[in-house]
Every structure is written in C-alpha cells, then in structure tokens.
C-alpha cells in the first residue's frame, strides 16, 4: 500500500499489507493508524508519527 498526505500530493508511507491482496483500509478519527485487511484473512494494525 502507499500512503499519500492529500493536502500535499506526497507519498509518505509504503508497507506491505497482505502477502495476496489488501481489500479494505480504514483510518482512525485522528489520522495516526489505520487497519487493512485482505484477501488472506490477514488483517493489520498501523501506526504511524504525526505530520
């Protein structure tokens, strides 16, 4: 997955979600961590510092 700050139009982040497909993302209210979930049935908690 790649992650862009909008505002901007830069990327800034990139991690791999799911070893087949990532299907779904969602963010926390406040912007600092998100879940993805996939094709494998792994689902994943991401952190990330504030801008």
Do not use: N
């Not at 800034?12 to 070893?19: E, H, K, L, M, N």
């Not at 912007?31 to 689902?43: W, Y």
């Amino acid at each position: 997955m790649r992650l862009w700050h909008v505002p901007t139009g830069r990327q800034f982040a990139s991690v791999s979600g799911d070893p087949k497909k990532v299907e779904c993302v969602t963010f926390a209210p406040d912007g600092q961590s998100l879940v993805s979930g996939g094709a494998s049935g792994v689902t994943r908690l991401w952190t990330f510092p504030a801008h």
